[in-house]
């Protein structure tokens, strides 16, 4: 089920982007074999039939230092439409599947590569995480408080820049390939993904419209009506009303003097302002002031926690949020009007998959008890 139903792709097992991109891609009907290093738990990854990112997935574990474990992958490199792996530059050539190979082992494959610093540049070969790669382009310095910068967990550089670039990337080369009939490298670099997630930041500093100071820009707290605001019981609101009519609803709602309204966005009035709004949200609860705002078009929410935010009337009747094995977790999106996502499967164990992945992709039983008597399944 899905709009990827038939493609079929290769992940070699990784942390962080890149198993989310094969979670996105598996969720969208994709079939998904893992290589994984071996039939175990390893110190890269969390055990992976607790890890949301390897639902949907097949996994098989085989040895690629044996001759035989190499060959096993590049015969799987023969049928799939693509490839993906987020070893640093140079690791997968060392290993002997690297892009050169396996397009001769098959023209058409796409062959994704996940980074932080990209496959060439002077930092190409350094080690990094998020935090790093963000901090290139502009994206770590503007998020935060006017103290200090703060890392916005993972998700602007992993996930936002690295994951879904290389879905992007993959998926537009895999709809190139059915023109040209050829395959191609992609480089996904989150140094780059990011770049291009600021693309807007970029207009507003051309127009003068981005201050570099943190907590001085209409996005980033330096305005009373964008923002979090603390409740009488210690919890916050989102509050973020730009639009002249979404500000008034808000202060007509709170009761407070219409002044303000003409005068939003006076910078002169904004101690004001923001000194009245904190002391009024403070007078009721988070969830009082959610059930009042809630279906308005004053902009304000509340900050729900992690377990919270799959309670929610909203994200419920939406079906937002999806229980597996016991596990709630977030279902497929986006939504379609035809080819809709089907539940995913649940996660496999490391390597439990191997042998009917093998059968599946057209090695005979014979083949599958030699591989197992020479030691490449791990």
Known sequence: MGPLTGLKLIEIK??????????????????????????????????????????????????????EGLETLLKLVEQADGIYEGNRPGVAEKLGFGPDVCLERNPKIIYGRMTGWGQHGPLAHAAGHDYNYISLSGAAAAIGTADKPVPPLNLVGDYAAGSLFLVIGMLSALLESK???????????????????MSMFHTMDKLGQFNPARE????????????????????HLSVAPLEPQFFAEMISTLGLPERFVAEQYNVELWPELKSTLTATFKTKTRDEWAEIFEGSDACVA??????????????????????????????????????????PALPSAEGADTKAVLSDWG?????????EQAGVFT
């Open 14 to 67: 990784g942390i962080g982007p890149g198993p989310y991109a094969g979670q996105v891609l598996a969720d969208l009907g994709a079939e998904i074999i893992v290589v994984e290093r071996a039939s175990k738990t390893n110190s890269i990854a969390a055990p992976s039939v607790m890890d949301v990112n390897s639902r949907g997935k097949k996994s098989i574990a085989i040895d690629l230092r044996k001759p």
């Open 363 to 371: 090695f005979d039983s014979d083949a599958i008890a030699s591989l």
């Open 302 to 343: 509340g900050l729900l926690t992690l377990k919270e935010a799959a309670s929610h009337p909203h994200n419920k009747a939406r079906g937002t949020y999806i229980e597996l094995n016991g596990q709630m977790q977030p279902a497929p999106a986006p939504r379609f009007s035809r080819s809709q996502s089907d539940i």
């Open 179 to 197: 023109t040209s009939g050829q395959g191609q490298v992609v480089d996904a670099a989150i140094t780059d993904g990011t770049a291009h997630l």
């Open 216 to 235: 001085t820009n209409m996005l980033d707290g330096g305005t009373p009506f964008y923002g979090s605001y603390e409740t009488s019981d210690g919890k």
